[in-house]
């Protein structure tokens, strides 16, 4: 395996070599040292690279000098020319004056002064193409700097990702040593725990070391797993041969009848066997209402006469108004709400009121309120009789002692005595 530069880029070139491959660990450092080499030699190219530029900044200075120069002297010539334009015209203007062989002359130095003109042209033009180029290296010059600063900056990155690289391939190889440490670990605790298949109980571990409390192994003789105690091996697992199946609901008992007895539920011993009489039993029924009952007589009859007469009580052959007894209502009690109680109670015979009497209505078909205001106008000892009443009025009358209207007092004390006699009677 090596590596190639095509363009400032390295790339890995397969030369029929190989890195070490016996680990992951091995081939993360070896890609991390290609990394770190690949890293030089960029840097080393954009080294070059930058050489390249300066260079190519340099010759542009230098040719930028080189097309100041020659503008300078462009522009020296372009003024040499002026002054021999400025001759030519002078000629001329001598030719006029001294004949055909200065116009000739003169026509000759203008020719001249022309072709002179045309090189201070070209030399200028030259000048601008030099100054062109030299603008044109420059920015190449420019552009080569750019190129090398990139390369170095490539260069510095691919270094600190090589360094990087080396540190997490060490951190990795520090991993991969711990994990290892760790799994050699786990399985030689698996190993001390279990132990593989056996003819017979192994006295100490696969390691030759003592045994430990939870180790398991697989008899061979017996065809059973068994586990150490810590002073023992017993089965890990008990046969469920013969063993009761919860979703069997005890169904596949033995003997049922063996069972219940076994767990303190005999039928007709520890628990009430069924009973249609008790189908038809409430659930309130209680020991308490089994006392009551049992204090009744067997075969009681509370119709008989004797058991009736007993208990204070009558028969209804032994009442005579037995349907008033029936009919007789709340509203036929004397109570204290209505005003008196049977003990005070007026009998039917007679008797004395110890109050007043107040009725809104008749005693034996007399208005007392009527008769009251008569008697209220009778004085106290009034004399109703006929003799008194009439030998009064006789006397209270204002008349003359003869006579009234022909009568005597004789005659009128006759006539009202009977008059009154007849009141008297009518008053009762």
Do not use: C
């Not at 690289?165 to 040593?177: D, G, L, R």
């Not at 068994?226 to 596949?252: E, I, R």
């Not at 009527?370 to 006397?395: E, M, P, R, W």
Request: aromatic share 4%.
């Amino acid at each position: 395996m090596g590596f190639r530069d095509q363009g400032n880029q390295v790339t890995p070139v397969d030369d029929g070599g190989s890195f070490d491959t016996g680990t992951d660990t091995a081939i993360s450092i070896s890609e991390s040292a290609a990394n770190a080499l690949a890293a030089a030699v960029s840097a080393a190219a954009a080294l070059v690279s930058e050489n390249n530029a300066e260079t190519s900044e340099t010759n542009a200075a230098t040719s930028a000098a080189t097309a100041t120069t020659k503008a300078s002297e462009a522009s020296t010539s372009a003024g040499t020319a002026t002054t021999q334009a400025g001759i030519a015209t002078t000629q001329a203007a001598l030719a006029t004056t001294n004949g055909a062989a200065q116009v000739t002359l003169a026509t000759a130095q203008v020719t001249l002064a022309t072709a002179e003109v045309a090189l201070a042209t070209t030399q200028a033009n030259n000048a601008s193409g030099s100054a062109t180029t030299a603008t044109t290296k420059a920015a190449e010059a420019s552009t080569s700097a750019g190129t090398a600063t990139t390369q170095a900056g490539i260069a510095t990155t691919k270094a600190s990702e090589a360094a990087t690289s080396a540190t997490s391939s060490a951190t990795s190889a520090t991993a991969s040593e711990a994990a290892k440490d760790a799994a050699l670990a786990a399985l030689d605790s698996f190993d001390d725990r279990y132990l593989g298949a056996k003819a017979s109980d192994p006295t100490l571990d696969n390691d030759g070391n003592a045994l430990v409390a939870g180790a398991l192994y697989y008899n061979t003789t017996d065809n059973v797993m068994k586990v150490y105690t810590g002073s023992a091996w017993v089965a890990a697992y008990a046969s469920l041969s013969g063993a009761l199946v919860a979703l069997d609901n005890l169904s596949d008992l033995d003997n049922a009848a063996t069972a219940r007895v076994n767990i303190g539920l005999a039928i007709g011993t520890n628990v009430q066997a069924h009973s249609s009489v008790l189908d038809s039993t409430t659930a309130a029924y209680t020991t308490a209402l089994n006392t009551k009952l049992g204090g009744i007589e067997a075969s009681a009859d509370i119709t008989d006469t004797a058991n009736v007469t007993a208990a204070g009580a009558l028969m209804d052959s032994e009442v005579t108004n037995l349907a008033q007894v029936k009919a007789f209502s709340s509203s036929d009690y004397a109570t204290a709400a209505q005003g008196t109680t049977a003990a005070a109670a007026l009998p039917r015979t007679g008797g004395a009121m110890t109050g007043a009497i107040t009725t809104n209505s008749t005693f034996d078909g007399r208005n007392v309120s009527v008769d009251g205001v008569k008697l209220d106008g009778i004085s106290i000892n009034a004399d109703v009789s006929a003799t008194v009443v009439t030998q009064a009025f006789v006397n209270n009358l204002n008349v003359n002692a003869g006579t009234l209207g022909g009568d005597t007092k004789a005659t009128i004390l006759s006539t009202a005595e009977s008059s009154s006699l007849a009141l008297a009677i009518a008053l009762g």
